[in-house]
């Protein structure tokens, strides 16, 4: 599940980590964005529920120093060895140089680069060396973590993947369908003993269609009009499914390009009905080649008319139907 959940303060997050842990979720993986941080929930949760294994999905490579990255992921892995993943990618042009004030220049050598700077450090090596896109002199973590952490790369197309395949531990997906997953895979090359597939999965667990695809399109509005993403799904083949969408944004009409979005697409990459269906939906990623299927709970009618007491009697449901699915 991705973590933080919407409508409940950190404080009081031990709930809902009970709660997953009940329901059967083995894994809780942040984001980072214009929320929380990506380090802090998965803290929380590593006090609080020990057998929950956690990720970053992601923590970009622009907004902190690499020295800073590395100690904040050793500080986790310490906290929680052998159960932390380190999720890194590049970000965004929005969040990286219009939120954070940081030239968004590069983003394919920057990740190799952060990638490499953070394998030797996290091993506990001296780091004095001239990158590509950076420069470190006589970096020694103080306390490197006794289990590093797997690194895993978010990739979109296929020269990141196929740095992922090479170089990370594991690659992360995002926005795309499960009829995607192949096209994706095929791009990592031969995978090393180990290497794990992770997906954030958006799924609004309603039966009011109309509300789900409602925020799918604006989602999808949202994410698929930025250039990285735009290029993927061009890749991925949905040049002629969203170049009205893409046409009416250019153009300005915020309205017209949501509206524009087929309700396949929506579909496809918004996952809702019964939290039966949504799980049935979810198994076809797993069955597609994605280990670790992580969902992005989005708000519904009821949990939003029900509150807290809703969003964790949700959880409930969900997770045993996927625990369900598993068996």
């Known amino acids: 599940m991705t973590v933080p959940l919407g409508g409940i303060a950190l404080a009081d997050h031990d709930a809902a980590y009970a709660a997953l842990d009940r329901a059967g979720f083995t894994d809780v993986w942040s984001s980072e964005v214009a929320g929380a941080d990506a380090f802090t929930p998965l803290a929380l949760a590593a006090a609080w529920q020990p057998r929950l294994r956690l990720g970053t999905a992601i923590t970009p490579v622009f907004t902190r120093g690499p020295g800073l990255l590395a100690m904040s992921a050793a500080a986790l892995a310490e906290a929680a060895p052998g159960r932390f993943s380190l999720g890194i990618g590049a970000s965004s042009p929005v969040l990286v140089r219009d939120w954070n004030a940081v030239p968004f220049e590069e983003p394919y050598r920057r990740t190799r680069d952060v990638l490499r700077f953070l394998r030797a450090a996290l091993r506990g090596d001296t780091i004095d060396e001239d990158y590509d896109t950076f420069t470190v002199r006589r ?68 039966e009011d269609a109309g509300y789900a695809r409602a925020l799918g399109r604006r989602l999808i509005t949202s994410y698929l009009t930025v250039p990285a993403y735009a290029e993927f799904h061009r890749w991925l083949g949905r040049d002629e ?31 809702h009905g019964s939290p039966q269906r949504c799980r049935a939906e979810v198994r076809r990623y797993a069955d597609a080649g994605v280990d670790v ?26 997770g045993t139907n996927l625990v369900e699915a598993s068996a």
């Open 139 to 206: 970096f020694t973590l103080e306390r490197p973590p006794a289990v590093p952490p797997p690194i895993l790369l978010a990739a979109l197309r296929p020269g990141m993947l196929r740095l992922a395949g090479a170089e990370a531990d594991g690659v992360i997906l995002n926005w795309l369908s499960a009829d995607d997953v192949p096209r994706a895979l095929a791009e990592l090359g031969e995978r090393r003993a180990g290497f794990e597939v992770a997906a954030r999965i958006f799924v609004c667990p309603t």
């Open 241 to 271: 499914a969203l170049a009205p969408m893409w046409r009416a944004w250019a153009a300005g009409d915020r309205r017209g390009a949501s509206a524009a979005v087929p309700d396949d697409v929506v579909d496809a990459l918004v996952l």
């Open 293 to 318: 299927p992580v969902l992005a709970l989005l708000p519904t009618p009821e949990v939003t008319a029900g509150g807290a007491a809703a969003l964790l009697d949700l959880i409930a449901r969900l």
